[in-house]
């Protein structure tokens, strides 16, 4: 007798499965592709012995976690490695900004800058205990309205504004703008100052590790854990049709509203199908890994010494490639977020070789080849970078979504997280839908992109509490 099926295996999908198994529940899980792990999953993607993560690769938000802090999942071999260097920001005069895990160390090497800095993300990071819940999870009445009001006063606001009053230098405007990238919206937007203020304070919190092995670690860690629970997951089977699927009092979907409407579309009442079909995607990303004779020749010293490099130059440069995304241009100069796993991790690639990850974002579904212009965007500041190039693997936006169906257009974040869908996401009802039992608890709910399993446990929390 199965109560509750999950489908899809990704993060959120396999905390949901665990969160319906601690509370004794018989878990199924169905996953499309050969692997569990959606996105978050490691393979040899150019070269035997050669271990590239094929989504995910940096974990600020896993270790911040609040629901995965509770769970054992060092027993089931997951072990978080800290680069000395969390975010390397390289410059063309040759110099890099950066984060190490110090607040205090990384404001003194802002210069004049530093004092801005250990007030405006010191203040993040002091009122973390506090907006933490908040910020990772649904919209909800604030346990803390005063901590949650102080954040808001800066997060509400587009980073191009917040950078350009609060910092002088063009080293910490970049610094801050590259993390506001992430969030996949033009710098100028509402709510980009909280994405990257967000981003650059868990540097000093929980830092922004890379896990042993790649990011399948943790993906095998939860479904270990899961297993130890009594729960299962099923790679290899697409679920096509929710009403096919075993008799169960819960079901969620770890799925954006596109592939939901596929299998469930016709279950729910015209106006909840309409809303998800009016639910927005975003930019798309171009995604290349690399194989490697010797470490990137980085000028700067702090970006040899870095988990990620943020590759883009000031924030001028970097708004314009996001706007460019956005607004359905190819950028000349796109912005490269870089993973260099193997600079902590040697056990991903042979003896002295190196594995590199990096992307660049590009509109909605693009077919434009990047490969040549993210390459040169690193060249600047890596001279020398091509020749150490023994293989690539390509990942275009259409391959993500074939791969995928949740990354509409090659959209990562599965929907836009502007203002208006950072609370309707992917509707009013969050994770519930029309349908008595049935579910989502995929990163197009609260709160969102990034592996860290919230959505997955807020939902499946309600549904018990429904049940
Ligand atoms: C290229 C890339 C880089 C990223 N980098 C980072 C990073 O460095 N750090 C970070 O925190 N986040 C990163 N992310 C984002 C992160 O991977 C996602 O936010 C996260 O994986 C979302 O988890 P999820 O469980 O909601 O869905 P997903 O991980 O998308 O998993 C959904 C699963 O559902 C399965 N599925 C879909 N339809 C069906 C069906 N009909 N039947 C059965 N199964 C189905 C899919 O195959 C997939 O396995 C990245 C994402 C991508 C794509």
């Given at each position: 007798m199965i109560d509750a099926v999950v489908i899809g295996s990704g993060p959120n999908g396999l905390s949901a499965a665990i969160v319906l198994a601690?509370?004794?529940?018989?878990?199924?899980?169905?996953?499309?592709?050969a692997t569990a792990g959606g996105g978050v999953r490691s393979a040899e993607l150019t070269l035997p012995g050669f271990t590239h993560d094929v989504c995910s690769a940096v974990h600020p938000f896993a270790i911040a976690s609040p629901f995965w802090q509770t769970l054992p999942l060092s027993k089931y071999g997951l072990e978080w490695i800290q680069p000395a260097v969390m975010l390397?920001?390289?410059?063309?005069?040759?110099?890099?900004?950066s984060t190490v895990r110090s607040l205090e160390a990384t404001a003194a090497g802002l210069g004049d800058d530093g004092r801005a800095y250990a007030d405006i993300v010191g203040g993040v990071v002091r009122d973390w205990p506090r907006i933490s819940r908040a910020v990772l999870g649904p919209p909800t009445l604030p346990r803390h309205p005063l901590a949650l009001a102080k954040f808001g006063l800066h997060a509400?606001?587009?980073?191009?504004?917040?950078?350009?009053?609060?910092?002088?230098s063009?080293?910490?405007?970049?610094?801050?703008?590259?993390?506001?990238?992430?969030?996949?919206?033009?710098l100028e937007h509402a709510l980009t100052a909280g994405i990257g203020l967000t981003l650059t304070a868990l540097s000093h919190i929980g830092g922004w590790p890379i896990p042993r092995g790649g990011?399948?670690?943790?993906?095998?860690?939860?479904?270990?854990?899961l297993a130890s629970l009594g729960g299962e997951v099923f790679a290899g089977s697409p679920v096509n049709d929710v009403d096919k699927l075993?008799?169960?009092?819960?079901?969620l979907c770890d799925l954006s509203p596109r592939p939901l409407l596929r299998i469930a579309g016709h279950k729910f009442p015209r106006a909840y199908r309409r809303r998800l079909e009016r639910y927005r995607y975003g930019m798309g990303v171009f995604k290349v890994d690399w194989a490697l004779d010797a470490p990137i020749p980085w000028t700067s010293d702090e970006c040899r010494r870095a988990g990620t490099v943020h590759v883009g130059g000031t924030l001028a440069e970097i708004a314009a490639s996001e706007r460019d995304a956005w607004s359905g241009r190819v950028s000349e100069r796109p912005f490269v977020l870089m993973s260099q796993p193997t600079t902590l991790d040697p056990s991903r690639a042979p003896a002295g070789k190196h594995v590199a990850w990096g992307y660049c974002h590009v509109p909605s579904g693009s077919t434009v080849a990047m490969l040549d212009r993210i390459e040169r965007q690193i060249e600047r500041f890596a001279p020398g970078f091509r020749d150490r190039v023994l293989a690539r693997s390509i990942t275009t936006p259409r391959d993500l979504e074939a791969n995928n169906p949740n990354l509409v257009g090659g959209d990562i974040g599965a929907g836009v997280t502007d203002l208006r869908q950072f609370f309707t996401r992917p509707t009013w009802r969050n994770y519930s839908t029309p349908v008595k039992g049935l579910y989502l608890c995929s990163a197009s709910t609260p709160p969102g992109v990034g592996v860290h399993g919230m959505c997955g446990y807020y939902a499946a929390k309600l549904a018990l509490a429904r049940s």
């Open positions: 601690q509370a004794g529940c018989k878990v199924v899980v169905f996953e499309a592709n390397a920001h390289p410059l063309d005069d040759g110099r890099a900004a509400l606001r587009s980073m191009q504004g917040l950078a350009m009053s609060t910092f002088k063009e080293a910490a405007r970049a610094l801050l703008a590259g993390s506001a990238a992430h969030g996949m919206l033009p990011s399948q670690s943790i993906t095998t860690a939860l479904v270990q854990h075993p008799r169960a009092k819960i079901v």
